[in-house]
């Protein structure tokens, strides 16, 4: 007598395979390197995730508690901030701690440092610390020591668009930019008043915050940003000619 195999479970069966073929081709197909991955943040508000990249709230700067401090190789001294990665559980490294098919996209926010006495953030070791609501999307609650990762470069997706907070006083100008799509990681940032005409070169004071000490006030402001990736876009007179310190002013357009 032939065995009654149920209609249910063959479905089930092809979903399970194409699923696992699909997991399979994403890996093959995108340029996944080898890593390691901890957390941090155990008990710590969400909303001061900013870190050494300044920004002053993951929420405010558009991308929520997906964030993680990267190991110095991956930091750049700061040009990474703001670069998105999409991160995986290495489950076939560490089966027991890895969550099936486990996936986060990460925004780098902070610097893990290294303490150069065999460190998971010695250089060259490229590790990412995740705050625990992204570590969690990837590795089983329970464990506190360090899972293999496989991560990839990926671009940003942002709601609304590019983000200016005014910071500084009088001749010193200070801007932090967030929410930035496309490769997310900015290069290079020009600063250009309403009645200077002319593109003043800003340069990086830490993280996403950029400098300029020229006396722009009371003037509109453009910015001209550049992404490592080589994009270039222009915000004209995004900022009103009535702006202060303290300011954000969000503009209507964005990196793809």
């Not at 197909?29 to 969400?46: E, R, S």
């Not at 986060?104 to 995740?130: K, L, S, Y």
Request: glycine share 10%.
């Amino acid at each position: 007598m032939e065995k009654f195999v149920p209609y249910i479970s063959i479905w089930r069966f092809v979903l399970l395979f194409t699923t696992c073929n699909l997991f399979i081709e994403e890996i093959n197909a995108q340029n996944w390197l080898n890593g390691h991955a901890t957390f941090y943040g155990v008990n710590q508000d969400p909303s001061t995730f900013g870190g050494a990249c300044g920004y002053d709230n993951p929420y405010h700067a558009g991308f929520g508690v997906n964030t993680a401090a990267l190991s110095s190789v991956l930091f750049r001294n700061g040009q990474a901030c703001g670069a998105c990665y999409r991160v995986r559980c290495n489950r076939q490294l560490d089966r027991r701690w890895c969550l099936p098919h486990g996936a986060v996209t990460v925004t780098a926010t902070n610097f893990c440092p290294p303490n150069n006495h065999g460190g998971w953030c010695d250089a060259p070791r490229q590790h990412f610390d995740m705050s625990m609501p992204a570590f969690l999307r990837i590795a089983r609650q329970g464990n506190e020591g360090v899972v293999p990762i496989l991560y990839t470069r990926v671009a940003c997706k942002r709601s609304g668009g590019v983000r200016f907070t005014l910071k500084g006083q009088s001749n010193f100008n200070m801007v932090m930019i967030s929410n930035v799509g496309g490769s997310g990681d900015i290069k290079s940032v020009s600063i250009r008043g309403s009645r200077t005409k002319t593109w003043l070169p800003m340069y990086r004071n830490w993280g996403v915050n950029w400098q300029s000490r020229n006396d722009l006030q009371s003037q509109m402001l453009s910015f001209r940003v550049t992404l490592v990736d080589g994009k270039t876009m222009e915000f004209i007179n995004v900022v009103p000619s009535a702006w202060k310190f303290g300011q954000t002013f969000a503009s209507r357009r964005q990196f793809n």
